[in-house]
């Protein structure tokens, strides 16, 4: 096996599953993030004396490599079982959730197991890559922050959203072109309420059909989760997309109405609201990942295998398998 050296854009959690698994393979690797940290949609907004899970929720294991992970997670203590109460609401009626499912969380944090797979990885934060080129056969990545990234790579991996990889590569590749274009991602708006004390409500977690909310969480019952009570509202995928470009004044206005009309009266509590606008979606069907090997290029992420943070970590786990046999 020859190693390379290998650009990884993206330290969500595909980014990182894929930089750990080729650093065990013996490559030289090396992530650029945009944001401050790694986690991606996996993370958590800190105010003071608050934090809120404002990305995934929870996540479940279903394969037999992720559910290793995360046995390997649990032993580290950066996750743990989230065994809330759950009920549904559709058409004015209240059942509760029944799910034999085990649903995990990062904790204390969500984003902890993606700082713990960061650990040991050489990852550059703050840098927005807006430009790819290929000369002789090495890849060169220019930053928005910083401009010229002064080294070439032998093999690069996108990890990133696909309208996002849509921007960056549909020029490099037709088929990129094709695939990030179905990735069909919409946004979703959440708003993260403060309580000077836990609110009186007949679940810690609900799911909510055809609601401008579809999911609300009480973030103070995950375990480890210490100061002010909060809770996370998601307002529901079509209605977010919908309303992306809606002002934030105009968003918290609904949602904290619908609400009000489940039962959570956010009267007097601290509100902030935050916009993703990739938040789920994903190709049909899953393809797991992409390669284009004469180029060296790789593209992993949860929209090529079916939406989720399970599908996110097998994604870059088995493109850095297949960037390692087949390239
Ligand atoms: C509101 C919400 C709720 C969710 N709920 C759940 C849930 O309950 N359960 C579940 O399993 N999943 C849930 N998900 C989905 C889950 O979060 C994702 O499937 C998973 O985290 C995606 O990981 P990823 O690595 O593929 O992508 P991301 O986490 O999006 O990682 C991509 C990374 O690339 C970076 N990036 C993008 N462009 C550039 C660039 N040009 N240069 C450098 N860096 C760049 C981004 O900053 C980001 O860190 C939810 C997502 C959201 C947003």
């Given at each position: 096996?020859t190693?390379?050296?290998?650009a990884?854009?993206?330290?969500?959690?595909?980014?990182?599953?894929?930089?750990?698994?080729l650093?065990e393979?013996?490559?030289h690797v090396?992530?650029f993030?945009?944001s401050?940290?790694?986690?991606?949609r996996?993370?958590?907004?800190r105010?003071?004396g608050?934090?809120?899970?404002h990305g995934?929720?929870y996540?479940t294991?279903?394969d037999?490599l992720?559910?290793?992970?995360?046995k390997?997670w649990?032993?580290?203590?950066?996750?743990?079982?989230?065994?809330?109460?759950?009920?549904?609401y559709?058409?004015n009626?209240w059942?509760?959730?029944?799910?034999?499912?085990?649903r995990?969380?990062?904790?204390?944090?969500?984003?902890?197991?993606?700082?713990?797979?960061a650990?040991?990885l050489?990852?550059?934060a703050?840098q927005?890559?807006d430009a790819?080129?290929?000369?002789n056969?090495?890849?060169?990545l220019?930053s928005a922050?910083?401009?010229?990234i002064?080294?070439?790579f032998?093999?690069?991996?996108?990890?990133?959203?696909?309208?996002?990889?849509?921007?960056?590569?549909?020029?490099?590749?037709?088929?990129?072109k094709?695939?990030a274009?179905q990735?069909?991602?919409?946004?979703c708006?959440?708003?993260m309420?403060r309580?000077?004390?836990?609110p009186e409500v007949s679940f810690?977690?609900a799911?909510v059909?055809?609601?401008?909310?579809s999911?609300?969480?009480?973030n103070s019952?995950?375990?480890?989760?210490?100061?002010?009570?909060?809770?996370?509202?998601?307002?529901?995928p079509l209605w977010?997309q919908?309303?992306i470009?809606?002002?934030?004044?105009?968003?918290?206005g609904?949602?904290?109405?619908?609400?009000k009309?489940?039962g959570l009266d956010?009267?007097?509590?601290?509100i902030?609201?935050h916009?993703?606008?990739y938040a789920?979606g994903?190709?049909a069907?899953?393809i797991?990942f992409y390669?284009?090997?004469?180029?060296?290029?790789g593209i992993c992420?949860?929209?090529l295998?079916?939406?989720?943070?399970?599908?996110?970590?097998l994604s870059?786990?088995?493109l850095a398998n297949?960037?390692?046999?087949?390239f």
């Open positions: 096996m190693k390379k050296t290998i990884i854009v993206g330290a969500g959690l595909a980014g990182l599953s894929c930089a750990a698994r650093k393979l013996g490559h090396e992530l993030e945009k401050r940290g790694p986690a991606g996996m993370s958590t907004k105010g003071e608050w934090a809120a899970d995934a929720q996540f294991a279903r037999p992720f559910i290793a992970q995360v390997t649990l032993v580290e203590q950066v996750v743990a079982l989230w065994t809330p109460e759950i009920k549904v559709e058409a009626q059942t509760t959730f029944q799910s034999q499912d085990l995990y969380v990062g904790t204390p944090a969500m984003n902890t197991p993606a700082k713990q797979l650990k040991g050489v990852l550059h703050s927005t890559i790819l080129s290929n000369k056969g090495q890849w060169f220019h922050e910083t401009g010229d002064d080294k070439g032998d093999a690069l991996i996108l990890a990133i959203p696909g309208p996002q990889a849509l921007t960056l590569a549909q020029h490099l590749d037709p088929d990129i094709t695939i274009g990735s069909n991602m919409k946004g708006w959440t708003l309420a309580f000077a004390q836990r810690e977690a799911f059909n055809q609601e401008v909310i999911w609300i969480a009480r019952s995950k375990p480890q989760r210490t100061g002010q009570e909060s809770w996370t509202i998601q307002a529901n977010s919908a309303f470009e809606l002002n934030k004044e105009e968003v918290t609904q949602m904290l109405a619908c609400a009309k489940l956010c009267t007097g509590a601290e902030s609201v916009r993703w606008r789920s994903a190709t069907p899953a797991s390669t284009n090997p004469e180029l060296q290029l992420g949860d929209w295998n079916g939406g989720r943070v399970e599908g996110a970590w870059g786990y088995h297949e960037m390692t046999n087949d």
